[in-house]
């Protein structure tokens, strides 16, 4: 074979989310020199990004060092780095902290938090899809019902124990429904000062469906669950505007409120827009059925950066596309080197599940579907083998078993000032 | 009794450490109102922050929220807010968020870094006194082992893997020691284009003594397990200055390094100085047998803050002499309601340990010393009775379990940019 004469090639994976991490261990097997470039040192666990927020896990709980991952493969080298352009005539990757040449390229960049356009929106409310702003919503919340303990003025007060969530997604659910177990089952029983009466949690929705992925029972089932959770569940109305005080709906409603969460939409990261590739809804790449950016057969495209149709719609972002994904373009790579004929990509919908609380959940997976306490405990299963450690999946499994005993959440600590 | 028909006294407790808990759960028992003030929304064992900076443990594994301690007691209101001063005649505490009046006042306000007037070494080197600290600390090592992979230049490569921990104490043993186990236990796994012989751990002490409080068969064995394990000792030797590039000690020696931790000293916090008593060695309030400030007997000071001398020294400023401190308060300021005559206070000397890693420690008690793995056993078993809540003890527990068997140190996260 004469590959085996040249120097191995070179990969560059940029991004150690679910789709970079699983497509370095995959390449790491063909022998190929990898390198693997994150801006941060982890790997983050996104699906409990929202336990972070509402005071349920800690940081570290979902956040994995990605050089732990890979120690054991001598030929993945990791960067601290942020990725900031790709030249793909000289086949370069530039960096902050400098350039690298690739052989091929995997772009697993990622998503982030798309305000469509609404710049009051994007300057008042917080986004929820770094460990970093998690930990920012859970400080803020914190504080808000710090500063409203001791209020005097009830306009002011009734503003901050006003919390809006936006969007009707998984991540919105979710946090809706924890925060509000937050507020009801432990803070009551903290703040003496505080009127619990004086307490909302508003869910707020474009759309007439939450977790629009799901059948239509099962979103029923969702709309009731959060609703006796006392959560306000506002459906078809859009938001149009956010101060910082006064969150404003389509129609001219007005809700004074010190926090908005939004959690209505994402894109592909701003990286994306720098490649001069041609992109589609939610500035994500088009890539061919083989993952691969048109006329750059050597770049390819996947998890929530890619714009992958099927059955005439893109594929979501959701984890398990970007992995699926991951282990066809690691194939595909084996193929270029080998000089084999490239595989197709298609996904295989694994289903989908949210938890709304204690003992409520809802799980859809093929033709199967269920939701209460039996989904939940699903839900729960599913979510801590899905972690990537042994002593991470057994330190989440223990605070939920404490949290769920004792209706505690422990990590209720104000961090940075 | 004239007392009972009058509105129950109020008692202001500033500071939300040892101390200041300690004191506010006996006062409850009296049956007065109590405020607890704090600038922080949680109590924090400062004892464990060191493995928080050399990532052992994560953040909320030593801290615990202040309003989940005192949630039973009626009569304990807290305020998460900074005080800014005291004014002894109108009797009332002034904070960021407002003034609130007091009958008694406990000033449990604690210590903070001391840096002698070194202005160029406190802009540059990391104090270890608060959780944030340690965080920063944390980040900040592992950061210079991302940038140290990565750097051609040696000179500034060396640099980069150079630590340097100043002052011989608890803080500064512990510190070396664990950040010794960390770089040649678990990062060398990681780091394959590190050469280790190339990182360098050095603790400087000013004085011959590394543990002065202990005796000195257990002194010379702290010297020789830190040795072994790989840290300089260097003693007899004075910090004079420190530019965030070379450390400069005294006779001229230069030890280029990006990472200084100063942890050679503590003083009284800020507040102190704006009360406008009596002050003695670092900066801490004179206080009478009683605990009162001399001319204000409904001023008490306790712990770090306070200056009580016995046996012709001033006590240290450890948790267990801020914790009797508070037992004495309490009862005092019962005493004072009832019109009983006050306790005057004696310290009983528990003993100290200190932990210099893997089956290593020193314990002393009375006449009772030991080293090594038993000292260490008694060390876990100690650290872990005194955590606050059952479950930071299990969590805590199974951490240190963990890491023990694998060599493992998972919170290595990188977090705020």
Redesign the interface.
């Known amino acids: 074979m004469e590959n085996k004469t040249k120097a191995s090639p070179h990969v560059v994976v940029v991004g150690g989310g679910f789709g970079g991490i699983r497509a370095s261990l995959a390449l790491a097997k063909l022998g190929v020199k990898i390198t693997l470039v994150d801006r ?3 790997h983050l666990f996104q699906p409990l990004l929202y336990q972070v927020a509402t005071a349920g896990l ?4 979902i ?3 990605i ?2 991952i890979v ?1 054991q493969k ?1 030929n993945i ?1 990791f ?2 780095a942020e990725v900031t352009g790709v030249d793909f005539g000289s086949k370069t990757v530039t960096m902050n ?2 350039t690298i040449g690739y052989d091929y390229l995997v772009v697993a960049a990622g998503g982030m938090t798309n305000y469509f356009g609404m710049e009051s929106v994007e300057k008042h409310s917080f986004g929820m899809k770094t ?2 702003e998690s ?1 920012i919503i859970r400080n803020h919340i ?2 808000m019902f ?1 500063l409203a ?2 209020e005097k003025d009830a306009d002011k007060r009734r503003a901050l124990l006003t919390f809006v969530i936006v969007g009707g997604g998984p991540t919105g659910v979710e946090s809706a429904g924890a925060l509000a177990e937050l507020a009801y089952h432990v803070l009551t ?5 505080v009127n619990f009466k004086e307490v909302r949690i508003v869910l707020v929705e474009a759309s007439d469906k939450l977790l629009a992925a799901m059948p239509e029972s099962l979103r029923e089932v969702t709309v009731e669950t959060l609703i006796n959770k006392r959560v306000e569940v506002r459906m078809c109305i859009q938001v149009t505007d956010y101060d910082g005080e006064r969150l404003t709906l389509k129609g001219g409603e007005v809700i004074p409120t010190n926090t908005v969460v939004w959690a209505a939409g994402a894109r592909a990261i701003h990286l994306i827009d720098k490649l001069g590739v041609e992109q589609a809804s939610m500035r994500r790449a088009v890539v061919n059925e083989h993952l691969q950016i048109p006329n750059h057969s050597e770049v390819f495209v996947i998890g929530d950066a890619a714009h992958f149709m099927q059955d005439e719609r893109p594929l979501p972002m959701i984890a398990p596309v970007a992995i699926q994904q991951a282990d066809i373009v690691a194939k595909n790579i084996g193929n270029l080197i080998k000089g084999k004929e490239l595989k197709k990509f298609v996904y295989k919908d694994v289903g989908s599940m949210a938890t709304i609380g204690r003992n409520a959940a809802v799980v859809h997976m093929g033709s199967f579907k269920t939701h209460g306490f039996f989904a939940w405990a699903i839900w729960c299963f599913v979510h801590i083998l899905r972690l990537i ?1 042994f ?2 999946r ?2 989440v499994f ?2 939920w078993v ?1 949290d769920y005993l004792v209706y ?1 959440r ?8």
Chains 1, 2 share one sequence.
């Open positions: 941060y040192n982890y800690s940081v570290d709980d956040a994995y060092p050089r732990a120690k001598k080298d960067r601290l902290t400098g460990l970093d930990v914190l504080s710090e303990a001791h029983k903290e703040y003496h000062h450690d002593r991470n057994a330190v223990s605070k404490w505690e422990v990590v209720r600590i104000i961090t940075r000032k």
